[in-house]
């Protein structure tokens, strides 16, 4: 059986060779050449018209034209037409049923680990546990043709291996008929209600990390400023909650977060506001719950029974054992302060319930690795503490790139072990160390923006300023101010920070193949690594794609090998991801 080219090239040197025409290109037609070059030498000596009236393809490369532009073109009709000088000299009616046995690819990315071959669709969202062939089809140049594709990898696999690879990555979506468009660009959804409020309610802390990325609590702001360690006032806090309850629309929940500096340092505003959002939120029919980032050291028992009473969630700072807590996380006369923050926790976890209690450890240049942090906030008790790099590079604690590149060890260990171990503790384990791309996998949508700032949530500063989140208060950037709590959010300019973060938009994410599940770095991270809004975050991405691919890595290899845990951890959020297989694992009917 002649391949897909002989077939094309065949009538047309037998049609050339056999006509008079103006500039022959009798010493051009040889036996071995193919269709694509037949074409495009036609295109340089004679005027080929794609009927019916299509543009004559880009010029660009030998011979003139790119070849797999042009049978792109001629895919969409039932035949085309050789003309010179405007008269028509034959018609080949059959192109476009062979020109059909040729594929692109989608865009992807291929990766390696433990010996494993994965494919990952970047527009789809979609990875695929791929075999030796699969990779070597992948691999070759557009249009992919069948019989191309067995000459030139016979070497190394059969005829039937390959066809099989073809197919199999038909049927998956990653080859699609040439002249078919190939998957579009995602496109986040409007987001309309703002739900989620941050209230900055003490720009001021009570101790002084030596990496803090707020100025050990000053924010940046000069000593001789009113703003010098500022406290919100329950003015600027009421007006912030009531633009909270205006901007979320028609949704049925919303919820406030305080944060600081040490947001317990004004803890009198901070009860009057809960019940003041509680009282909103019974006017308008809304639910509302609560949640705090503090540093434990002015928890006590009164105030653990009032978070309990008003549906509060706690993140907790501290960096694992207490000589690397007391090294980074000092009080104002210099002392660590681990037994300080440490104190309240056992009440704290049995008030609230562990699930809603979490503790945040930082990663810097002399805890690079995080494991013995992980061990020791474990046996305090918490259950699902999070382990994240310091912001910024100042040399003295500042992430290296050898000090990633061990993380990214520690990481492929963990995700190893992870595959082995019972359902509990891959749970527990992934949600810890996987979660910020797990769940952006299985629901088969894309992450543009990192978060939810400027889409679901706003900050609001000690002045009334409406930012993006709080983290960004200490940021000086012109793009970061979207308005004030007095006289309202500016939508336009919410469009347009979303516009500028948007990782199709970013110099330093709109190439990246991980940018759908990263979302690009945190905007305050890019400002604070001193770089700008339209950057990425530098050092902190060689983690980053590393712990994507290891997340992609855990995602297929559950799936092919421990389907029933796969369900178990993500059962209906992984419909969308899954598409024919959800009817394997019967989703719909599963509760």
Not at 11 to 30: E, T
Not at 114 to 136: N, S, T
Not at 418 to 442: G, Q, R, T
Not at 562 to 582: D, I, T
Request: hydrophobic share 40%; aromatic share 8%.
């Amino acid at each position: 059986m002649k391949s897909c080219s002989q077939q094309v090239a065949d009538p047309l040197r037998a049609y050339l060779l056999n006509q008079s025409v103006k500039n022959p290109v009798k010493d051009f037609i040889k036996p071995s050449n193919t269709a694509s070059t037949c074409l495009s030498i036609l295109i340089i000596r004679l005027e080929l018209t794609i009927q019916p009236g299509l543009r004559r393809p880009t010029k660009g490369c030998a011979g003139g034209v790119r070849p797999p532009h042009t049978l792109l073109w001629v895919s969409h009709y039932e035949g085309f037409s050789l003309s010179s000088h405007g008269k028509r000299l034959h018609t080949f009616p059959k192109v476009n049923a062979m020109v059909q046995e040729a594929w692109n690819k989608v865009k992807l990315h291929l990766f390696e680990f433990e010996g494993d071959m994965i494919v990952f669709d970047i527009y789809r969202g979609r990875p695929y546990l791929i075999e030796p062939a699969d990779k070597a089809v992948l691999q070759m140049r557009v249009p992919i043709g069948e019989a191309r594709a067995i000459r030139q990898l016979g070497v190394q696999f059969s005829e039937e291996a390959v066809r099989n690879s073809i197919q199999k990555l038909k049927d998956w979506g990653l080859l699609l008929p040439v002249g078919d468009p190939l998957p579009d660009q995602p496109q986040e959804p409007d987001y309309p209600e703002i739900t989620h409020l941050e209230l900055n309610i003490a720009e001021d802390c009570n101790i002084r990390c030596i990496y803090c990325c707020v100025g050990q609590g000053s924010f940046g702001v000069d000593q001789s400023s009113d703003r010098m360690r500022a406290k919100m006032s329950w003015d600027v806090a009421r007006r912030s909650i009531d633009l909270l309850f205006e901007e979320s629309l028609d949704s049925p929940e919303v919820h406030i977060r305080f944060f600081g500096g040490e947001p317990m340092m004004n803890w009198a505003v901070i009860q009057k506001g809960v019940l003041y959002a509680e009282e909103k939120a019974h006017q308008t029919g809304k639910g509302v719950s609560f949640s705090i980032v503090t540093n434990g050291i002015l928890l006590h028992e009164q105030v653990i029974n009032f978070m309990k009473e008003h549906n509060f969630s706690v993140q907790i700072s501290i960096d694992g054992t207490q000589k690397m807590h007391d090294a980074f996380r000092v009080g104002i006369d210099g002392k660590g302060t681990y037994e300080k923050a440490t104190a309240y926790v056992p009440q704290l976890l049995e008030a609230l319930g562990p699930e809603n209690v979490r503790a945040r450890a930082t990663l810097t240049h002399f805890n690079p690795d995080g494991l013995e942090a992980f061990d020791h906030l474990r046996g305090l008790g918490f259950t699902n503490p999070r382990i994240k790099p310091v912001t910024g590079n100042d040399p003295a604690y500042g992430m290296t790139v050898k000090d990633y590149l061990h993380v990214n060890k520690i990481y492929g260990v963990l995700a190893k072990h992870l595959l082995e171990s019972d359902p509990d503790e891959v749970a527990i384990y992934i949600n810890l160390f996987f979660n910020d791309y797990m769940p952006v996998l299985m629901s088969g949508q894309a992450r543009k923006p990192p978060c939810g700032a400027a889409r679901q949530m706003i900050g609001a500063s000690t002045d009334g300023t409406i930012l993006p989140c709080t983290d960004m208060v200490a940021r000086d950037h012109e793009a970061l101010w979207l308005g004030d709590v007095f006289t309202g959010l500016q939508r336009d300019r919410k469009h347009k920070f979303l516009e500028i973060v948007d990782v199709d938009n970013k110099i330093g994410c709109r190439k990246c193949w991980a940018r759908y599940l990263c979302g690009g770095a945190c905007a305050s991270v890019e400002l604070g690594n001193e770089g700008g809004l339209e950057q990425n975050a530098g050092r902190e991405c060689i983690w980053i794609r590393h712990v994507i691919e290891l997340s992609l890595w855990l995602y297929v290899k559950m799936l092919n090998e421990r389907p029933e845990l796969f369900y178990e951890l993500y059962g209906n959020s992984a419909k969308s991801v899954l598409g024919p297989l959800a009817e394997v694992f019967a989703i719909d009917e599963r509760s």
